[in-house]
């Protein structure tokens, strides 16, 4: 990337890098620490032409939080508590989700972000917004 003079560097980070949650403190600080890293490469890498930037995505796989979640939680439940703030995320599939992150991997990897480094993307259905606060106005 140093000699062509140009590069993109994309993590795959997760939501967890971006908001904390009870029960993945090893996990998130790994992803907080990519975040990290990211942004000082960036700097580091910006005078060679090169872009570093995470997306971090809520949707993945959902195999991989199933040893941690009771057993009667499926892929329907989950999807209907996590992807509530854009109602109609729970209706589409896991392949549809991942493939909206892939679409934002490709984009940043492209020469169409070439004004994007050193930033976080999420691609998590409005997750990292805040809280729906059932009553109050605007819920």
Same mark, same amino acid.
């Given at each position: 990337m140093k000699e062509a003079g140009q590069g993109s560097i994309v993590n795959v980070v997760s939501v967890d890098g971006i908001s904390a949650k009870n $029960?993945? @403190?090893a996990y998130a %600080?790994?992803?907080w620490g990519v975040r990290g890293?990211?942004?000082?490469?960036? *700097?580091?890498? $910006?005078?060679? $032409?090169i872009r570093v930037n995470n997306v971090c995505p809520e949707g993945g796989n959902f195999e991989m939080v199933k040893p941690y979640v009771p057993e009667n939680l499926t892929w #329907? &439940?989950? @999807? @209907?508590?996590?992807?509530?703030? *854009?109602?109609?995320q729970k209706d589409r599939s896991?392949?549809? &989700?991942? $493939?909206d992150i892939v679409s934002m &991997?490709?984009?940043?990897? %492209?020469?169409? %972000?070439r004004s994007c480094t050193g930033g #976080?993307?999420?691609?998590?259905?409005g997750h990292t917004a805040g809280k729906i606060l059932k009553g109050a106005p605007g819920s």
């Open positions: $029960g993945v @403190a %600080s790994t992803k890293m990211a942004k000082v490469a960036a *700097l580091e890498l $910006g005078k060679h $032409g #329907d &439940i989950y @999807a @209907a508590y996590t992807y509530r703030v *854009l109602p109609y896991n392949d549809e &989700i991942m $493939g &991997i490709l984009f940043l990897a %492209s020469d169409e %972000s #976080d993307y999420p691609v998590d259905m």
